[in-house]
Nanobody
Framework: QVQLVESGGGSVQAGGSLRLSCAAS???????MGWFRQAPGKEREGVATITGGGRPTYADSVKGRFTISKDYANNTLYLQMNSLEVDDTAMYSC??????????????WGQGTQVIVSA
């Protein structure tokens, strides 16, 4: 069972940047990993995923602003968030599928890190 621990959330003004980290307890080189977010009163939505082979995909709302990446040396998943908007305010969580493709169930979740973007 992979343990996932997020960090890096905080408060920032619109237009600013944050980098979220997700430390994994196990070798996640071959896992599909992803970032999700949930704003108050809204359903959880996928933000970005990255396959075991390193291929990223993004939600339309964050394309060109967010970048997902893996640090294999440190078993850490990152989400670089630039040009933040008020609508990006949410609890961000990382998740993992124990398979290289992203066609399985998200079986491992972190506890989340809060991002607040003010106007």
């Amino acid at each position: 069972q992979v343990q996932l621990v997020e960090s890096g959330g905080g408060s920032v003004q619109a237009g600013g940047s944050l980098r979220l980290s997700c430390a994994a307890s196990d070798i996640f080189r071959w896992y599909c990993m992803g970032w999700f977010r949930q704003a108050p009163g809204k359903e959880r939505e996928g933000v970005a995923t990255i396959t075991g082979g390193g291929r990223p995909t993004y939600a339309d709302s964050v394309k060109g602003r967010f970048t997902i990446s893996k640090d294999y040396a440190n078993n850490t998943l990152y989400l670089q968030m630039n040009s933040l908007e008020v609508d990006d305010t949410a609890m961000y969580s990382c998740a993992a599928q124990p398979a290289p493709s992203c066609n399985s169930r998200w079986s491992n979740w972190g506890q989340g890190t809060q991002v607040i973007v003010s106007a």
